[in-house]
Structure formats: C-alpha cells, structure tokens
C-alpha cells in the first residue's frame, strides 16, 4: 500500500471493498454511549468469507457496561456512518471540514489514513474499490492534514480495552 518512492509517498490502491471491514465495527453502546464492537457470531465460523460478510448473524458487545445484542441476518446498510448490521452509530465518526469522516474499525481508518497521507495516489483495476469511491473532498490533497489529524483523533477515542481486543484479532 504505502511505500517511499524517490522522496514521495506513494500509495497503491489494494482494491479493498468497504465491506471488508464490516467483520468487526466499533459502534457507540445504546446502552452507556461508551465504545462497543459488532462481531460474527462465533458460532458462525465455518462459512465462506463473503457469506460472514453478508449473511452472518451478529453480536454486540459493550465491554463498559457488559451491554449484549445479537441479531439474525437482515438486510445491510452498508457505505453509512451506521454499523450495516444493527444501524447502531459508529464509534469512529467526526466532523471534518463541514463533512463527517468515518470508518467501521482501526483497520478501516488506517486504509484511510495511507491513502489520504500519500503524496502519490496509484489506482488500480479496481472501480469498486472502496478508496475509487471516496468523496472528492476527502481525495482532494487541501484537506491532506486536516483529515490525517482527524484521524489521530478518531484512533486515539478508542478505549484500551477495545484495542487490544482489536490488536489480539
């Protein structure tokens, strides 16, 4: 993805679909407002990668207040500032430049992240990738510093106790 090329950062588009990322979101707990996560449900751990994606029911879990949901498959919401299985807000959700910045996990910001931070942005084959369908305000390099320190801020808001689960996945 990011490599150093005479000087510049340069980035290369993976083609990773935003759906990718619909594994693990970090969602704001109905319950305390605190920081929880939308898993697969464990028992669902024998399919196909794009049936957990689609298909898999799912689970919340509020480590603050021990809050505990899960839910059937139903139809996704998915490229909003909403979890696609619960609709429940995202927790990695900030205003930026009269628009609002989001991600669905510390994975998803990193991509975002990467690209945005690059001095050079390589397309791929990929027109439904995830990064080829981003706003221009977020492609435009104006807003380079802004969106990577709203990034910061949006990584460092998620709890320990959330992230290390994140780290140990």
Not at 61 to 90: K, M, N
């Amino acid at each position: 993805m990011r490599e150093k090329s005479r000087g510049a950062e340069r980035f290369r588009d993976p083609g990773t679909r935003v759906y990718a990322f619909t594994e693990r979101v970090l969602v704001r707990c109905p319950g305390c407002g605190g920081c929880a996560v939308v898993l697969v449900r464990p028992d669902a751990s024998e399919r196909l990668w794009i049936d957990r994606v689609t298909r898999y029911p799912r689970r919340l879990h509020c480590p603050g207040c021990g809050l505990f949901r899960e839910t059937d498959s139903a139809p996704l919401v998915i490229g909003a500032p909403v979890d696609p299985y619960f609709r429940l807000p995202l927790w990695l959700r900030a205003p930026c430049r009269g628009h609002e910045l989001w991600a669905y996990n510390l994975d998803h910001l990193a991509l975002l992240e990467d690209y945005v931070a690059a001095r050079l942005r390589e397309r791929g084959p990929y027109a439904q990738s995830m990064l080829a369908k981003l706003p221009a305000w977020v492609k435009s390099g104006q807003r380079r510093d802004e969106i990577v320190r709203a990034v910061g801020r949006l990584r460092a808001s998620v709890p320990d106790s959330v992230r290390e689960r994140h780290d140990d996945a």
